[in-house]
Structure formats: C-alpha cells, structure tokens
C-alpha cells in the first residue's frame, strides 16, 4: 500500500486539475484540453500494442477513421445517441483491430509496421469508394452537434474510465503475457503463452481504443467527417505521442497527448522566420530534442526523477 | 515521500497559474466581436502548406489589399487586421482553426476560407454563432442554394459565395458544345468527389436532350498519380470521344494536357475555370502540352491581357509595395492574386455600406444587398450583385480561348454571358 500511495495521489491531483479546467479555462482553451483528452485515449491505446506487447502500428489513424464514421453515419441515418456511437465505435473497431491483428502473427519488425501503414493509407480512399453511402470527399455531418464542455466531459470521462480498463488489464495475467510477448517471443510460447491469442488480442484492445478516440475526433471537428481528417499523419502523430510518452508507461501518456494534441496547434502561432512553415519546423524540431534528451520518453523521465528522489 | 507530495503540490500550483492566466487572456471583448474604434479583425483558413498550398496566394493578396486600405485610412478610420491560419485543406484541422479564430482572436467575421470540405465542417459552428462566413473561396452551389432551404439540418444564412458556380459554368460549356459542335462525342474527365460531380451535373443539365452525347465520363481520385490520369485520357481517346472536357483541380489538369498532346489526340478541348489560370497552363507547355484552342471561363481581370486597365494597374502597385515576394508571380499571370485583390475590394465595399456602426448583422445585411458593377479587379462588365432572392454573388462569366503555344495567354472571346439561376 505504502508503495502505491504516491501513485495514487499524483492520480487523483491529476483528476481534480482536470475536474477543475473547464471553470478556470476560457471556451477556446476548454476545445483544446478536450483534443488532448482525445489524443490521451489514442496514444493510451496504441501504447498498450506498441509498448507492452512490442508491436509497431502505423495504421491507426485508420482506426480512428472506423471510430469516427461509425459516429458519423450512424447519428446522420438514425439519429443514434453518441455515448451510444462511441461504444459501437469500441466494439466495431474491437473486432476489426482483431482481424488486422491476424497478419501480425506471421510478420514482426518492420513488416508489420508497413502492412499497417497500407492500412492506414488506404482506410481514407474508402468513403471515395462508396461515395453514397460515406460521403464522398463530401463528408458526413453528424444529425448533433456538441458544446465544447459536452466534448471535454465526454473526452476526459471515456480517458478515465479506459486509462483504468487499461491499469486492469496490464497489471494482471493478460499483462504479464503482453510483456513477455514483447521482450521475447520464443520464452514466451516456452512459459505457455499462446501467441496468437494474445497478439490479435493486443491488437484488438488497442484499435478499439483508437476507435472511440476516432469518435470523439469527429465530435471534435463539428460532427463532420471528411477522409482528409484521416490522413497518414494522424497516424504518425499518434506513433510520436506513444513515442514521447515512453513506450510501456501508462504515466507518460498525458504528456505524450499534449505534445501532439496542443503542439501543432500552438507552435502554427510560433513565427519562424520568412517561412509559412512554422508548425511543421517547431513540431519536428520539438520531436528531435524530446527523443535526444529524453530517449525513454517522459515515462523514462518520471522513473529517472523518482530514482533520483530515492536516493 | 514528502519529496513526492511536494512535487505533485508544484505540478497543481503550475497547471493552475498555466490555466488562469489563459483564462485572464481570453477574457477581454467588446459588444461586436473584432470590431474597436480603430480596429477590425477579421480571419480565415487557408492551405498554406501542403498539398493544396498552390493556392496560397489568394491571402496574400488579400492581406496586400487590406495593407493598402489601411494605409489610405482604413474603413471609417478603422485598420483592418487578417489573420490568416493554416489548415492544409484538412477539415480537423480547419476546425480548430476557426474555433481560435472565433473564440480566441474574437474576430468579426471570417472572411474568404477556402475549401468545400473546409467550409462544411465549420458551417454548422459559424452559423449556429451568427459569425460571418463570407465570400469563402469555392464554387459549389451550396452556398448559394442553403440561405434559404435547409442544408445538414439547417438553413445557412450566415454563409456566403463568391465566385460563379460550377455548374452554372459547366452550363456554359454544354452550350457552346451544342452550338458550334452539335454532333459532338463528350468524354469528359471529373474529380471523384462533389466538386467534379457538381460540374458534370451541370454539363448533363446543360446538354439537355443531347446528354447522351456524351460517350465517357472518367472520374479520378484526388491526388492519384500522372500515370493514373493518362490511362484515364487514352480510355476517352479509344472510346471515340471528340470533345474533351476536363472537370479537375490544377495538377490533375496539367498532367491530363500533356498526356493529351503525347499520345497525339486533338479533340475540342474545355478547361474548367479553376485550373485556367495563365501560371497552370505554362507548367502544362513546358511538359509538352499543346494547348492552343482549349477553351474556358474567366471572371476576374487579366494582368497580362490587360494590363492597361486602372484596375491592374492598381493591382500591380499593391502586389508590389505590399508582397514583392510575389511581383514575379503576378507578371507571370497567376490569376489567384487578381481574385484575392478582388474578393477583398468586396469585402471592403461590404464595410463601407454596412456603416461605422459595423455589427455581424448588418455586414451581412450589406454583403446580402450588394450591388458592384465596377470592382476593378473583376473583368469589366462582370457585376456583383444580391439580394434576398439572388443569393449568387456573381452570375455571369466570359469564354475564353489559349492561343499563343508555350507562351500563349487566355483569351476572352465573345459577349459575358449570364448564368443566372
């Protein structure tokens, strides 16, 4: 108990600032906290693939775009409630994350980081495809929209409720098999672990949370939802917020977030000189010297401070 | 332990004086957003980087124009201020984008955003506030058809057009077709989405009866490669079409031109007017397109056809006192910069009559009943006008025919047609 105490009091520090953010920020800010509470699911879930069961996805923006128009579509044609979106977004996402999770088993390394970013690239041209039914290039609005405090709510009650759906699952059992499937695939089948089953599984997780981050993605851009929302950037963006969060931390996650959620935002103001590329430089730059001072992310940095304050 | 604690206690106070002070900042406006005694703020979205970042000129001749009227006194004695911000023509980003227009930068009214996917993600928003979304930089109809009858819910009066619509000008090709090539075999190539479709629609309506003239209708993705287009231009060649009528955006129309020449195919040629723009066509020559004969529409002025005119005269001196950057540009003939100059000498028209007690409301009761025969920048005799029945801006377009080869230029023929609705 004495050891988790600390942890449990960052915790609930974190939750009363984020309780408490909405009264003390102005409208615009509470947008903004809303995206990073977005991004916080998505990173949280690629993070629970990437850093504990050591699989490279680069396709889940595609998820995301699932997530997303499941909301779209399914509020345009029969008005369904979006909480009630957002949790089909889960389940449609669970099992399709399930199946892209298939070709993991036979690929590892960089192969199943390419078979995922094919993924990721071609998600998109899909509403182009079935243009009637997806919108097109068009989009498709959602039949509600939501106030940016509906949205920060929304954002931070579904980030809460996975952040510890995620605690559960990797302290335990299941955990333990991502881990070990992580550091070395054959001790893990020599301790009993089936492979397969866990690697889709892994999978499965990680691209239903991307599916409700999808889903508030779309509630964040005024209940439309177009492809160029879903480009490959989305999807390397979240692969750089898993990055600087530190891969296998669930803590860093919340700085991983708003590196991506606010950084593009607020480095776009940042005036480089001559150039109209300021958002593009100071991100990248930004990404440079985070992985250069901080190469286990901000999870290496909270472990490294806490060493520090133990000795 | 207490190294601990003490280190969560820094992280609040930290997160909580972040968080006040942003809230002290966002805190301060007047009774009409944006507008002060000596100031108005306005703003937009525009793909600056990116793809679509060829069009980034348009605000940089707006915000020239706005420099040189503030630097003659403003609008009753009010400068005006743009802020313009990148979007990369990627709606969750143009969201953002104008929600901080809107609700940080407090602007009075969000001026000349480019874009239909850009535009329908945020006109929800933008109307529901009753902010201006005016003069955006895209053709579709909605912007015409949704002030009075319900578009994604809701009527759309707060959103308001500019430039000609596109099937209106897609009408015109049809009837220049059944006019002079009344056996015509169309092959058409349009983009994949509302802004091709739109076109094609219109060219259909136009043909009337004779619809079923045209033979093919190719439709590519945006973004798809050179190759892509050219098969799709050699499927309209076999097929047997003798007129080619091209509905795309710049890059897709300047690789159909050159696959055009390459595999030796002359038919009558129709350029859409978004991808007439001198600079696109001299790109396509220098590839190896023939271009002589191609017909299209034009709306604004041309710098290099009429430079005469006191209209580009002006526009040539602003370019240059307040974007010489882009001097070369505009010798060059970029029509982009001719259409920011003129969408904002609209703008400025619309201040001047909505009065010194500038509201969102009346600004849109004055862009709602303009009435400009004579904006410089637009080709003389195209007039803007609306009214509570006319919710098109602009409703009349010139033909207009390359000739000269590599270093050719469009030129209008014939009378400025009305395209009314």
């Keep these: 108990m004495k050891r988790r105490l600390p942890a449990l009091v960052s915790l609930l520090a974190v939750c009363g600032v984020l309780a408490a953010l909405p009264f003390l920020l102005g409208n615009y800010n509470v947008s903004l906290a809303a995206r990073v509470g977005i991004y916080f699911i998505a990173v949280l879930g690629l993070n629970i693939l990437t850093g504990y069961t050591g699989q490279i ?94 949205l920060y709510g929304a954002a931070w009650t579904a980030s809460a409720t996975l952040f510890v759906l995620a605690w559960l699952i990797l302290r335990g059992r299941v955990g333990r098999a991502f881990r070990a499937v992580r550091d070395s695939e054959i001790a893990a089948v020599a301790s009993g672990i089936e492979l397969p089953v866990y690697k889709t599984l892994a999978f499965g997780i990680s691209a239903a949370y991307a599916g409700v981050a999808g889903s508030l993605f779309v509630l964040a851009t005024n209940g439309f939802a177009a492809p160029d929302e879903f480009g490959v950037v989305l999807s390397l ?64 940095l909270l472990a490294r401070l806490r060493r520090f304050a133990g000795a | 332990m207490a190294v601990n604690r003490r280190k969560v206690g820094a992280l609040v106070c930290a997160l909580l004086a972040t968080a006040a002070a942003a809230s002290v900042a966002a805190a301060s406006h ?86 239909t996917a850009p535009i329908l993600s945020t006109w929800n928003y933008l109307n529901k506030n009753k902010v201006p979304q005016v003069l955006v930089a895209t053709g579709d109809a909605y912007w015409g ?190 029509l982009n910069l001719v259409y920011g100059l003129a969408s904002a000498w609209t703008f400025v028209d619309a201040l001047k009559h909505a009065g010194k007690n500038l509201t969102r409301a009346g600004l849109m009761k004055a862009l709602r009943h303009m009435n400009e025969p004579k904006n410089p920048f637009v080709y003389p005799g195209i007039s803007i006008k609306t009214s509570a029945k006319r919710t098109f801006p602009m409703e009349q377009l010139v033909m207009t025919k390359w000739s000269g080869g590599a270093s050719g230029d469009w030129h209008p023929f014939g009378k400025i047609v009305n395209v009314g609705h």
């Design chain 1, 57 to 150: 996805s680069i396709g889940h923006g595609a998820f995301m775009a699932v997530g997303g128009y499941t909301t779209a579509v399914m509020s345009r044609d029969h008005h369904t409630s979006l909480i009630l979106t957002m949790l089909l977004a889960f389940a449609i996402c669970f099992v399709l994350g399930l199946l892209v999770g298939l070709p993991a088993l036979r690929l590892s390394g960089v192969y199943l980081a390419l078979a995922t970013f094919a993924f990721a690239v071609s998600v998109p041209q899909l509403p182009l495809k079935w243009s009637k039914f997806l919108g097109g290039r068009d989009g498709v609005q959602t039949s509600r929209t939501v106030s940016h405090t509906w």
């Design chain 1, 237 to 300: 963006q979240l692969l750089v917020g898993a990055a600087v969060a530190g891969l296998g931390s669930l803590w860093g996650v919340l700085a991983g977030a708003v590196f991506v959620g606010l950084l593009p935002t607020v480095s776009s103001s940042v005036p480089v000189i001559g150039s109209n590329h300021g958002r593009d430089v100071v991100f990248g730059a930004a990404v440079v010297l985070v992985m250069l001072l901080l190469p286990g992310g901000f999870a290496g």
């Design chain 2, 30 to 115: 007047t009774s009409t957003p944006g507008v002060s005694k000596n100031k108005i703020v306005i703003g937009g979205t525009f793909p600056l980087t990116g793809f679509a970042s060829a069009y980034k000129t348009i605000p940089a001749a707006e915000a020239a124009y706005y420099a040189y009227v503030n630097a003659h006194g403003g609008v009753f004695h009010r400068k005006i201020t743009d802020i313009i911000l990148d979007d990369q023509y990627d709606p969750s980003q143009t969201v953002p984008q104008t929600t901080k227009l809107v609700e940080q930068n407090h602007v009075f009214a969000v001026v000349g955003s480019l874009g």
């Design chain 2, 145 to 334: 058809n949704c002030v009075h009858h319900g578009c994604q819910g809701s009527t759309k009066p707060w959103t308001l057009g500019w430039q000609p619509d596109y099937p209106s000008e897609a009408k015109l090709y049809a009837h220049y077709i059944l006019a002079h090539k009344a056996s015509a075999k169309i092959g058409v190539l349009y983009q994949n989405d509302a802004y091709g479709k739109n076109y094609l629609a219109g060219l259909k309506t136009g043909l009337g009866s004779h619809a079923g003239q045209i033979v093919d209708a190719e439709s590519y993705n945006f973004g798809d490669s050179a190759q892509v287009i050219a098969a799709h231009v050699v499927k309209l060649r076999a097929v047997g079409a003798d007129t080619f009528v091209i509905f795309a955006t710049p890059t897709a129309t300047i690789q159909s031109l050159v696959a055009r020449t390459l595999i030796g195919w002359s038919p009558l040629t129709f350029v859409n007017n978004v991808s007439a723009n001198r600079v696109f066509e001299l790109a396509a020559a220098k590839s190896g397109a023939n271009l002589d004969g191609i017909i299209s529409t034009g709306y604004v002025a041309s710098q290099t056809l009429q430079p005469n005119l006191p209209g580009m005269k002006l526009a040539k001196q602003i370019i240059h006192t307040y974007q010489p950057a882009l001097d070369q540009d505009f010798a060059a003939g970029d």
